[in-house]
């Protein structure tokens, strides 16, 4: 079965400031791997995925990810934060030819501080 | 926005009553999808259709009803709920079943009294 761990509850992060949020996964075989945005009162909005080729993946808002197929990690970063970033992140991941199974953590908070 | 519109956006309703939420996405996608979002847990997968035609069911219980009447719309029936069935409801669409990318409805926040 495949599974995916985000071990912070909340991360805080001073404005301006880089920001990492981890991720990481269980799954046999080739992951799919994704991740969401919540801002409050709205559904998810995707940010970035992953499914092969270069391991650091750009997406939406100037986040990145960068997957370490070596420590099953796929965490999101941002160079510099922005006090509109704070949401409720979540990854997620699928099992290559896994048909609709989207596993998602428990998902982040971010919290930005000016 | 995302094309995924759902509604209502906010539901209480009695442990007897019967009601439906409705999901509509405007994006020519085959597949469509249930998701509840409880406090404190990580989102789970209810039901998925594909081309109208129910392809996963992650063992809901029956007072949960799904209807896709078409590719465009879906629909949960709920009867009978309990109070623990309070949560937001989040429906999603993809271009098929199986595709990478799903894109989400703001959702309907249910509270069952």
């Known amino acids: 079965a495949q599974s995916v761990a985000q071990p912070e509850d909340q991360v805080n992060v001073a404005e301006g400031n880089p920001l990492t949020v981890k991720c990481t996964y269980s799954v046999s075989g080739n992951p799919y791997l994704f991740w969401y945005v919540q801002y409050p009162n709205r559904g998810l909005q995707f940010l970035l995925k992953?499914?092969?080729?270069?391991?650091l993946v750009k997406g939406s808002y100037g986040f990145e990810a960068e997957f370490n197929k070596s420590q099953t990690s796929f965490h999101l970063k941002k160079p510099s934060a922005l006090v509109s970033d704070s949401a409720l992140y979540f990854c997620a991941v699928r099992k290559n030819n896994a048909g609709n199974m989207l596993t998602f953590g428990g998902g982040t908070r971010l919290m930005v501080k000016p | 926005e995302t094309g995924v519109t759902q509604t209502p956006r906010h539901l209480v309703m009695g442990m007897t009553n019967k009601k439906s939420l409705k999901c509509e996405q405007h994006?020519?996608?085959?597949?469509m999808y249930w998701y509840k979002q409880s406090a404190k847990k990580p989102l789970e997968l209810m039901f998925v259709y594909s081309l109208e035609e129910r392809v996963e069911n992650n063992s809901v219980p029956s007072r949960f009803s799904p209807e896709c009447p078409n590719s465009s719309h879906l629909f949960l029936h709920l009867h009978t709920l309990q109070p623990e069935d309070s949560a937001l409801y989040l429906c999603a669409s993809s271009p098929r079943s199986g595709a990478d990318t799903q894109y989400f409805g703001p959702g309907t926040r249910l509270t069952v009294l």
């Open positions: 992953y499914i092969t080729g270069d391991n």
């Open positions: 994006l020519g996608h085959n597949a």
